[in-house]
C-alpha cells in the first residue's frame, strides 16, 4: 500500500512536495506521474529521482525509507494536477499505484 | 515514437463480458524488455493497475481482479487484449492501455493510449 495525501496547496513561485509513504518504499523505484484533467497519465520522475527528457528541472524526487517524495520548485499554474507514486513489487509481481495527491495552485 | 489506442464497446451489461484491445503503433510489440499493461480509473477516482503481459506470453494479475481477467497478445496484429468477465457497475471506469518498460528489472509505464470509457448497465 503507497499512501499520498489527498491534497496539497500552494502559491505560484513556491515549493509544492508530495510524499508517497509506504513500507520500506525506499528499497524499491518510486515511479510518479502527473495527470490532468481528461489526460492520460505522463511520467515526470522515474527511478526516485530521475526526469524524463522535457520535464522542467523543477521536479524532483527523492527515496529513501518509508517515504518518497516529490518536489515541484516554483510552482506554476500549469503544475495544477494529480500526481500519483508507483512501484513494482519484484516479490508478488504486482504494480502498485498510490491513492494520488491533487496539486491545488492557489 | 511508440502510440498505444484502445478500442472496444463502451457500453457493456452487467454481468456479461468486457473485451478491449490495445493497438500498439511505431514499435513492435515484440521488443523486449517491455510488459504490456492495462491500468482503469473510476471517475473521480485514482489510478488502478489490472495487469500485464509479456511477449513470451507470461501474465501478471491484479489479485483483486485475478479470477475475472485474461489478458492476451496478437503479435501478428501488433495488438494486446484484455477480457474481464461477470462485469458489475463496479468496473465502469476509464481503461487505459500502457507500455511498461523492464529494461532495469522494473516497471515503468513510459508510453500510455488516451483512455476508453466504459460503462457498465444493468
Known amino acids: 500500500v503507497l499512501t499520498q495525501p489527498p491534497s496539497v496547496s500552494v502559491a505560484p513561485g513556491k515549493t509544492a512536495t508530495v510524499t508517497c509513504g509506504g513500507n520500506n518504499v525506499g528499497s524499491k523505484s518510486m515511479h510518479w506521474y502527473q495527470q490532468k484533467p481528461g489526460q492520460a497519465p505522463v511520467v515526470v520522475i522515474y527511478y526516485d529521482s530521475e526526469r524524463p527528457s522535457g520535464i522542467p528541472e523543477r521536479f524532483s524526487g527523492a527515496n529513501s525509507g518509508n517515504t518518497a517524495t516529490l518536489t515541484i520548485s516554483r510552482v506554476e499554474a500549469g503544475d495544477e494536477a494529480d500526481y500519483y507514486c508507483?512501484?513494482?513489487?519484484?516479490?508478488?509481481?504486482?504494480?502498485?499505484f498510490g491513492g494520488g495527491t491533487k496539486l491545488t495552485v492557489l | 515514437q511508440v502510440q498505444l489506442l484502445e478500442s472496444g464497446p463502451g457500453l457493456v451489461k452487467s454481468s456479461q463480458t468486457l473485451s478491449l484491445t490495445c493497438t500498439v503503433s511505431?514499435?513492435?510489440?515484440?521488443?523486449?524488455?517491455?510488459?504490456w499493461s492495462w491500468i482503469r480509473q473510476p471517475a473521480g477516482k485514482g489510478l488502478e493497475w489490472v495487469g500485464r503481459i509479456y511477449i513470451g506470453g507470461s501474465t501478471n494479475y491484479n489479485p483483486s481482479l485475478k479470477t475475472r481477467v485474461t489478458i492476451s497478445v496478437d503479435t501478428s496484429k501488433n495488438q494486446f487484449s484484455l477480457e474481464m468477465n461477470s462485469v458489475t457497475a463496479a468496473d465502469t471506469a476509464v481503461y487505459f492501455c500502457?507500455?511498461?518498460?523492464?529494461?532495469?528489472?522494473?516497471?515503468?509505464?513510459?508510453?500510455w493510449g488516451q483512455g476508453h470509457l466504459v460503462t457498465v448497465s444493468s
Open positions: 511505431g514499435g513492435s510489440i515484440s521488443s523486449g524488455y517491455h510488459y
Open positions: 500502457a507500455r511498461g518498460n523492464a529494461m532495469r528489472g522494473d516497471c515503468l509505464f513510459d508510453s
Open positions: 508507483q512501484v513494482w513489487d519484484s516479490m508478488s509481481d504486482q504494480v502498485t
